[in-house]
């Protein structure tokens, strides 16, 4: 049985989409934006210099291309990215973290470090940063 998702977007009134938390528990809003399977797989690119639709759908886990547009527009809407045109014919996005994303660096450095601690076979794809 597949589960509806837990975050909803709705219409805030101004023409543009907000996202509903299930609960107020920080870690449950931070999961509903990047918890499921692919959105820290398509931060982790982002955060190792990654910016275009190719270049993602390059990576080892062989994402589908409907899935990657639906998380870049889960993203955006989330505020964690920002999408700037590059060619106008045909139109074609640059993806760029906001401050917002950049901040989760951390996050994904995390689970990198423990992946590499406790998962044999693991190899680094991003470099730690040296805050």
């Given at each position: 049985m597949r589960r509806a998702p837990a975050t909803e977007a709705a219409d805030d009134g101004t023409g543009t989409s907000r996202l509903?938390?299930?609960s107020p528990c920080p870690v449950a809003g931070a999961l509903d934006l990047v918890g499921d399977r692919w959105t820290l797989l398509v931060l982790r690119d982002l955060l190792a210099g990654k910016t275009r639709y190719g270049q993602f759908l390059a990576s080892p886990e062989r994402i589908s291309t409907n899935l990657l547009a639906d998380r870049l527009q889960r993203m955006e809407a989330?505020?964690?990215?920002t999408a700037v045109p590059y060619s106008e014919h045909p139109v074609r996005m640059d993806y760029q973290?906001?401050?917002a994303g950049r901040a989760?660096?951390?996050v994904v450095?995390?689970?990198a470090s423990w992946g590499l601690t406790h998962l044999p076979g693991t190899e680094a794809l991003l470099?730690?940063?040296s805050d």
């Open positions: 509903t938390a299930r989330a505020g964690l990215v973290l906001t401050p989760l660096r951390p450095d995390a689970l470099e730690p940063t």
